[in-house]
């Protein structure tokens, strides 16, 4: 039996020159698809650890904002994407109603850029808007609302409020300068669990309050799909490994794997008998 460490990575870029080294990479931002140093403020690994739970379909149960009085609704939270190595990750978030043949929906697109100490957070938001569940992933046909983030890691919570407007939209903000800004407070916790509340001069049919209630559905697994990995993983062998960019370079019959894997390649350190390398080769 004999110890080997295999390398693959892809061709240098200034992304790639400029690697942290192997030994400054948080493990905890690595298992979420980003390669980061240990330096970096671990403060928001719990809100996408959260995220990522939330994957699959809720029940849910939320108020609506109105000039004069608040509706109650019931339906359905479908929460898709994750978190991921690269510019941005992205996380969609379904509210529909009614809870058996939805009609209409509120669509969020929750993304995370990161950035210079820690992630910048946005929500872009369609809605209400027509919903059907035979065409989940429709383009709204209204214009999007766009907030963004803060996250306090001891209360669990996103705060969001508008985005600030770019040089072109001056002359709009002055005059809604009068006109207060909606807000509203997004809570995840461990297990996925998302809530909103605390909203404030939201627009009509907005929802200010509302919580995922029960889990009805675990998000699908995309059946004949390859696992891509990433971060720090030790496999028993190597037949186990589905994912296309290590099983070039990894052979099957390897055991006792200790990887690391990001999109910029991987390392490997295994056992395997002489022959079976040989074989491989």
Known sequence: MVLLCTAALVSATPETAAQTPTSQISPEWQALGWT???????????????LNAARGTWSFEAETSGEETTGSLAGKLLVQGGSKGGMASA???IWSWPADHPKHAIIE???????????GLMLVRFGPVQYSEDQPMQKPNTPPSFFMGRWDGEKQKITWAPRPPFGGERGEETAKEETPSP?????VDAAGKISIQNGLNLPEGQIQAGRATVRLEEAPQQSGEPQLLTGLHHIEKGSEISDPRILRYLPAEASDIHLISDRNGHMAHYRISPKAFDAFL
């Open 91 to 93: 996380w969609n978030l």
């Open 109 to 119: 697109n929750l993304l995370a850029m990161p950035e210079k100490e820690q992630f």
């Open 183 to 187: 807000v509203f407070e997004m809570l």
């Open 36 to 50: 980061l140093p240990k330096s970096y403020s671990p403060d928001q690994i719990a809100l996408f650890q959260g």
